[in-house]
């Protein structure tokens, strides 16, 4: 059976993401929640969710002796399937501009910036369901069409220098990106833990991603 590490470094969103990709899994997969670093190091996938400001989730993660390395080892050098969920997306970021500037995790050359909508009546925090746009056909993906609802919930949003790296959007005052892609690296600003069947369906094709 193959091991998922989902890496605890004090997130919000572990239990509701673990409970999540349990049922996803159905059976089918062992969940690890863990921030062991041999653990994360020999897993066959990795989540890192997160909710939260990007500085202290940057600052937690690195707290953890050894696990952003076990988590390079494995995904940059392994090829090992990685989800980022929120600001678990966020971190994979060259850097974060909140509260001054934080260098991220640099796997994906990306701002993480705050959002601000054209129309004064949409409110920051983006919090509920939106709906996605220009849905590209990365496997993880692949269960999500033009329109489906999700459920977001943030301030900031990470934004690519090379477009090809979005793999949806989503619309809130303004279009800024709700997924993103390259290798096997995957990563969605919105929870799928809360996002009922669609967020369910993300997190079992994550579960068969060959990448």
């Avoid at 470094?9 to 049922?23: C, F, P, Q, T």
């Avoid at 159905?26 to 500085?55: K, M, Q, S, W, Y």
């Avoid at 129309?119 to 746009?133: C, I, R, S």
Wanted: with cysteine.
């Amino acid at each position: 059976m193959q091991s998922v590490a989902l890496i605890d470094y004090g997130s919000g969103n572990l239990r509701s993401a673990e409970k999540a990709l349990v049922r996803a899994a159905a059976g089918t997969a062992d969940i690890v929640v863990t921030n062991d670093p041999a653990t994360v190091a020999a897993a066959d996938r990795i989540v890192l969710p997160g909710v939260g400001a990007f500085a202290a989730c940057m600052s937690a993660l690195s707290e953890r002796t050894g696990v952003i390395e076990a988590m390079t080892t494995a995904v940059r050098e392994r090829g090992v399937p990685f989800l980022g969920i929120c600001v678990g997306m966020q971190l994979m970021a060259s850097r974060g501009l909140e509260f001054g500037v934080t260098p991220g995790l640099g796997w994906i050359e990306a701002d993480v910036k705050k959002i601000h909508p054209a129309d004064p009546a949409l409110k920051v925090p983006h919090m509920g369901w939106n709906n996605l746009t220009d849905v590209t056909d990365q496997p993880v993906l692949r269960g999500l069409k033009h329109g489906a609802p999700v459920y977001f919930t943030h301030s900031f949003a990470m934004f690519p220098a090379d477009a090809a790296d979005v793999a949806a959007y989503v619309d809130h005052g303004g279009r800024f990106p709700a997924a993103v892609a390259r290798g096997n690296l995957a990563g969605v600003q919105f929870h799928p833990e809360k996002s009922q069947a669609a967020g369910l369906k993300l997190l079992a094709d994550f579960l068969e991603w060959r990448p």
